[in-house]
Each structure stands twice: as structure tokens, then as C-alpha cells.
């Protein structure tokens, strides 16, 4: 039982290492103030197209730091 609970808690604390950094700074890859499809899908890999553009409201193709946050909260990230 005791290893069996260890083995649990190193499973749990090892998937929270490999969590990956979904902030708009780490997505932004170039720096650039926007993100595109490519950028958001690096750190969302589950991220569709459907859903990008339904986040990018000013429909420029690219996510705003806004529009960004919003595809987080609406994705449970």
C-alpha cells in the first residue's frame, strides 16, 4: 500500500513538471504582440481552427492578448 501511494504522488508531481506554459508571453515565439494559429497551437496543441477563429473577434487572424485569454478560459486552460 505504501508504494503504492508513492508511486501516486510521483505520477501527480511529475505531470504538473511537464505542464506546459500557456502564457501569452511564452506563446508570443516572435515576439510579435499577436498570435497566430501556429504560435497557439504550439502551447495548445488541442487548440482547432474552429476555435481560433472564433477567439480572434476583430477577425485580423491573429489572437490579441484578449482574445488570447479568452480561448484560455473557454478551453478550461
Known sequence: M???LI?????TFAG????Q??????ADADQSGDLTFTEVTAV?????EEAFTAADTDGN??????EYTTLLESSGG
Not at 504538473?16 to 505542464?19: E, G, Q
Not at 495548445?44 to 482547432?48: H, K, S
Open 61 to 66: 487572424g491573429t489572437l490579441s492578448e484578449a
Open 21 to 26: 506554459d500557456t502564457s501569452f508571453a511564452t
Open 2 to 4: 505504501k508504494r503504492t
Open 16 to 19: 504538473s513538471a511537464f505542464a
Open 44 to 48: 495548445m496543441p488541442n487548440v482547432t
Open 7 to 11: 508511486a501516486l504522488a510521483a505520477l
